[in-house]
């Protein structure tokens, strides 16, 4: 009713040919654009990101599938064979709308097979993302998470590469990993997950980056500490891939 609504009033003031333009579907991709060759030939920006609106489905769907063939040419384990119809090419796009934001993280709710994982590996792919899941064995502790944790956050904070984290229902062995990844969405840090020395490590790696990027910078203990975890948080995207079949679900988010 609303969307009908709209459109009348676009057509009593822009006529019917506005009206025509507008009531379609809208798409905005910000991976069309080839790569960035300086004169010498030289990649300069393999990914260019302009946001923009793709006036052809059919190029948005080309081009998700050059994307997907280059990744499987990269990665010999966890080929991707995806079957981008329109449905699947809208999610493709919105996942990769938020995690090109920064501290852009979601939560994708489907049932087992639908490709919630698979379209979140391709769209993490394109930008040009550290896809990082982890790995569940007899013995995978709180202690394991932790270490995983910091890897992320190492990847993040210092190296200042993007990270992609699935984390899957099926990966919650223990109902206390909810709690730190609450945590990590919520304050964008762990309690203890660092101890005093890897704290002292870190910041020592952090001077020289900082010191490039920033001029002016106040080379302070606290204040370098405080960048690393503004910028771990601002490239640590997760997302979170749940089945919503029984109980479970429902009762994780009320709690």
Known sequence: WESNCILNV???IFGQDMVNKVSGMCYFVNFLGEPVVDADGI????RPKLYEEATDIELVRMKALEFQTKHNEENKVGKLELVLFEYALEHLMRINR???MDRGSMMLVGVGGSGKQSLTR?????????????TISK???TNNLFDDLKLLFRTAGVTGRPVSFIFTDAEVKEEGFLEYI???LSTGEVSGLFPKDEVDAIIGE???IVKKEIKGFVDSADNLWRFFQDR?????HVILCMSPVGDILSSRCRK
């Open 10 to 12: 676009i057509g009593d």
């Open 43 to 46: 990649v300069e920006d393999e």
């Open 206 to 208: 952090m001077r020289p």
């Open 139 to 141: 013995h995978y502790s």
């Open 182 to 184: 609450n945590q990590v």
């Open 122 to 134: 391709l769209a993490s792919f394109i930008a040009g993302n550290f896809i990082f899941q982890i």
């Open 98 to 100: 938020v995690i090109n």
């Open 232 to 236: 771990a948080r601002n490239n640590l």
